[in-house]
């Protein structure tokens, strides 16, 4: 290399001051860690991560607004308050509703990603976004943008992958991907303990229980979707730590922008193939 630009940027890898024109990393021994992909090409575009939290929440939206406009006429009967603004199951089928039938007759497998991003009427998308707007900012500060989205995304797929063994047929919803990070919340609670990982433990074990009774009391939740995302959060916040124990690093990001890859992919072929069927076809 002939010239490079001048100043200091942090190591992708372990955080620490380095120069630009290093070609490996004095403190960790990183190659090349100037490199752009190293850097995380997807998530290093979000300069403020809490933005990042509202844009989860405008796809949420945007994609109920379009289940909705699908087939209005077939909207859920207004008379019955759990199913207002509902869209017919044919939207949701189409954009990639999970379970036995749509995975078993259709080899929809990529709706395991998909219907986490799916939601039945304006109080299951009400009460969803409601927690994840709760417990996202605190995986956000103790995990760190690229562990949230991994483990937001992979627990989300647990959660449907169990409820698929369980057999159930058609499922919808993000709370199971919430529920995994209500499992890493746990998971740090416990393992950083002090005052303020009691704390912790006890009031989101709190949401847990509640949860639960919650799941029992209404018929139509997926307890097996819910139970699954909890699990597999606790289990990624181990494998992956947090911030105040590892600080991020590369494995972190290189994770993290393939799990933002594949829910961008997932979620654009939803939406395409769903405008091919309903109007070209
Ligand atoms: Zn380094």
Known sequence: ???????????????????????????????????????????????????????IIGINIGIYVF???????????????????????DSLMLLGATGTFPIDRMGRWWSLLSANYLHGSILHIFFNLLAFKQIAPLVLREFGLNRMITIYTLGGINGFVISYVAGVAFTIGASAAVCSLIGATLYFARSRGGIYGHALFRQV??????????????????????????????????????EEKTPERLIHKIIGNLCTAMTILVLLWAVFSTLIVRFLA
């Open 205 to 242: 074990g709190g949401w847990v229980i509640a949860l639960f009774i919650f799941g029992l009391l209404v018929p139509g939740i997926n307890n097996w979707g819910h139970g699954g995302g909890l699990i597999a959060g606790a289990f990624l916040g181990m494998m992956l730590s947090y």
């Open 67 to 89: 289940s909705l406009l699908l087939y209005p006429r077939r909207m859920g009967m207004p008379m019955n308050p759990l199913s207002f603004l509902s869209p017919s199951n």
């Open 1 to 55: 290399m002939t010239k490079q630009s001048k100043g200091a940027m942090l190591c992708p890898n372990c955080g620490k001051l380095i120069s630009r024109s290093e070609t490996e990393c004095p403190h960790c021994g990183l190659k090349n860690p100037t490199s752009k992909w190293k850097n995380g090409p997807l998530t290093a575009f979000i300069k403020n991560p809490d933005l990042f939290i509202n844009l």
